[in-house]
């Protein structure tokens, strides 16, 4: 493997990395091969070779793009979110559009809703993509804890890892059903415990 030093071969090496970002967003993590990365990408085969180290270092690039690109989504969401004291159901609403998607979310949304916790299990596995996942888990931490004081919530740092999992839980056990509604499930699991978990802040 050769580092991409020059600006063609930056541009090559991301061309290669947003190839994969895409196969694994239409596919999984079975789409994601040399050389249909390298066919997307309009590159030589020999190109996944020679800026990549492994193929599994490929895959860690691709989830690190795609979890970046739902990152800066949530900023942008959350850019706009007033600072104001809301109530459960409106705080969980803002929750729930971060973490699952807003209401009339199309295919594409389910489909990366679905990728997203395909990371989550093949982490579990593959030591190079846990460190990405670790790092993304981390700002998703910090987008939480901003979401929580924009609505007048006690942020408590060792009650986050408890509301994603709540989400986390529900989405899953949602996506496996016949006609699937995470949204919804997720919701009305969160209205139970957000304020215990994040209660509002003594005016």
Request: proline share 3%.
């Amino acid at each position: 493997m050769t580092t991409a030093t020059t600006p063609k071969g930056e541009r090559r090496r991301q061309a290669l990395v947003a190839a994969a970002a895409e196969l694994l967003l239409e596919g999984g993590f079975d789409a994601i091969r040399h050389r249909s990365v390298a066919t997307r990408a309009e590159l030589p085969l020999a190109s996944t070779t020679y800026y990549f180290e492994s193929l599994d270092d490929l895959i860690a690039r691709a989830v690190e793009f795609t979890g970046t690109a739902e990152l800066e989504l949530m900023r942008d969401r959350i850019s706009v979110v007033s600072h104001r004291r809301r109530g459960a159901e409106a705080t969980v609403d803002l929750i729930v559009d971060l973490l699952v998607g807003p209401n009339g979310a199309d295919v594409n949304s389910r489909e990366q809703l679905i990728v997203r916790y395909e990371r989550f299990v093949a982490s579990a596995r593959h030591p190079e993509l846990r460190d990405v996942q670790l790092r993304m888990r981390a700002q998703l931490d910090d987008l939480l804890a901003d979401v929580l004081r924009r609505s007048g919530r006690a942020v408590r740092q060792e009650q986050l890892r408890r509301l994603v999992a709540i989400v986390d839980g529900a989405v899953v056990g949602a996506l496996s059903e016949v006609d699937p509604d995470p949204r919804r499930i997720a919701k009305g699991a969160l209205l139970e415990v957000i304020d215990i978990v994040a209660p509002q802040v003594s005016r």
